[in-house]
């Protein structure tokens, strides 16, 4: 078995083995049919890199942005399932029951795609490439059965260190016991660098696509003690400090010029509401963004000590990202290879306790606690946005994206201000792999943005989760929270979304609820007309 840890160490090994051992020279499929790799972070907020405004020690993935190009504008969906299904998909999750549509049943979390919506491996499959799968799954069916050759999924999303459900290529693979050297971030990096090795070693002449979604930095905060260490003292001076020195950073960076750092919303926590929780938790556990001042110098610790145990997560995610790019040198396909990292939404203001439970006698970070980032280290997370993980404010949805491609990018560290969406990844990969187009995609091809500065055109961008709506047409977004009305910003002037323009731009409000109204029907429609 994979991940058992004799044999864990066993697959290290042969890793280790398959690095050093002499592997046949990548053959170039030409500039039009590179490997891609999609490497998929769970919770990373916009500002969670270094190359992103962060103070968290992310070499590689700075490495990799300086060399490459970064996007400023891309979007997610602001919640796991649905991004993950319109990622793999190229629909909105509302198009293909993968997030709720009223009248539709099933669709939501347990909803399943119609037959016309195959997953980008299976279409990928078909135009000659093997692919690969490591990590969270999140998607309705089985890799296998959807294009994948080899996969390892983990279902179990609450414990790092010691995973109960997790199995590879099909076969359960038993639980890891508590107390050994496991650590699950680690784990979905060996497999997919096993993956490639094989790869190189057996298939050498086709050309691959790997998808690997790491589950950090996703609660339960769990880190390696040494990871955690590497951040003992830094967040001490809390949220708000932070989140200024990330905004100046990303200035500095050329990322966002002339964007406001928005307003924290002090009233606005967790999106569910889990009293029990915060007494299994203690009273140093705070579910508001409450000024650093006004909590007592034992919650700034409990906090600050969560806020180190999400930077050791980022921080270990990014040296594994490492180990894999060494793998793709190492087989000297780096060149030939379409890099592509990015997060399934904003970070998560959530606070709840699940799996093991919570010992608040247990070391931070191990195995036996169980914490959350919650709203105060969210927001500074979501620099300089407003909201979180749920929400379709930007905050909920702004994602990271590098994309890194030598043989095709040479505007080295050069930044993408052109709006894009998950939905886009499909229709750029399909293009670059020289597979059949899909009609009916609502996303666009991000290949001229790959190589220039350029605009992708489009009409529009559309979200809809839990009763949070939002459209983007051009520069203009409406956007509303469960229960509230419709706000409008200029995002050209007002990325932060600080200065609603509704009531003076009601016609306008009026023709994009229209417009946002009318795609729902449209994706309503087609489901419930059949298959």
């Not at 004799?6 to 039009?32: C, K, M, N, S, Y």
């Not at 793999?88 to 997030?99: E, L, N, S, T, V």
Request: glycine share 10%.
């Amino acid at each position: 078995m994979l991940l058992s840890p004799i044999a864990r160490a066993a697959g290290v090994a042969l890793a280790l083995a398959a690095l050093l051992a002499p592997l046949p020279a990548h053959d170039p499929t030409g500039p039009g049919r590179p490997n891609v790799l999609i490497v998929l972070a769970d919770d990373l907020g916009f500002a969670d890199l270094g190359c992103y405004g962060s103070e968290i020690a992310t070499p590689n993935l700075d490495a990799l942005a300086a060399d490459g190009v970064r996007f400023t504008q891309f979007y997610n969906t602001g919640r796991c399932w649905p991004t993950r299904g319109a990622l793999m998909a190229g629909y909105y999750a509302q198009q293909i029951r993968r997030d709720k549509l009223e009248g539709v049943e099933p669709s939501g979390g347990r909803g399943r795609r119609p037959e016309w919506a195959p997953l980008l491996a299976a279409r990928l499959g078909g135009a000659g490439y093997r692919c690969y799968h490591s990590g969270k799954w999140h998607i309705d069916g089985e890799p296998l059965a959807n294009g994948f050759e080899h996969s390892y999924v983990l279902n179990d999303h609450d414990r790092y260190f010691n995973p109960k459900n997790h199995a590879e290529d099909g076969e359960r693979l038993p639980a890891v016991p508590k107390g050994g050297e496991h650590y699950v971030t680690s784990a979905i990096a060996d497999h997919a660098i096993r993956c490639l090795a094989e790869h190189a070693k057996e298939h050498g002449e086709e050309p691959f696509f790997q998808f690997v979604a790491f589950t950090s930095p996703h609660f339960p905060l769990h880190a390696p003690a040494d990871d955690i260490a590497r951040y003992g003292e830094r967040y001490v001076a809390g949220w708000a400090a932070v989140r200024e020195a990330r905004h100046a950073r990303q200035s500095e960076l050329g990322l966002l010029p002339d964007v406001v750092l928005s307003a924290v919303e002090r009233d606005v926590g967790p999106p569910y509401d889990f009293p029990e929780a915060l007494k299994k938790l203690g009273p140093n556990e705070v579910n508001r963004p409450l000024p650093w001042d006004e909590l007592t110098a034992s919650q700034q610790r409990f906090q600050a000590d969560k806020m180190a145990i999400h930077a050791a997560m980022v921080d270990r995610m990014d040296r594994e990202v490492g180990r894999i790019v060494a793998q793709l040198r190492a087989m000297d396909a780096l060149q030939d290879t379409l890099i592509l990292f990015l997060s399934d939404n904003g970070a998560s203001a959530e606070i709840m306790v699940r799996g093991d439970g919570h010992d608040p006698e247990a070391a931070r970070g191990s195995a036996e606690s169980y914490l959350c980032l919650g709203p105060g280290w969210s927001s500074a997370a979501n620099t300089p946005f407003r909201r979180h993980k749920t929400w379709v404010h930007e905050g909920g949805i702004s994602t990271p994206l590098i994309a890194h491609w030598p043989a095709r990018i040479d505007d080295a560290g050069g930044l993408r201000r052109t709006p894009g969406h998950v939905v886009d990844i499909v229709p750029t990969v399909l293009e670059l792999a020289g597979a059949e187009p899909v009609a009916g995609l609502p996303g666009r091809s991000l290949v001229p943005a790959l190589t220039d500065d350029e605009a992708v055109e489009r009409d529009s961008l559309w979200w809809s989760h839990e009763g949070h709506r939002a459209l983007r047409q051009g520069d203009w977004k409406l956007v509303a929270a469960r229960g509230d009305a419709w706000s409008l910003y200029d995002l050209a002037s007002d990325r932060s979304e600080t200065n609603d323009l509704s009531t003076e731009e009601p016609e306008r409000v009026a023709a994009m609820a229209a417009e946002w109204q009318r795609q729902e029907n449209a994706f309503r429609k087609r489901l419930l007309g059949g298959d």
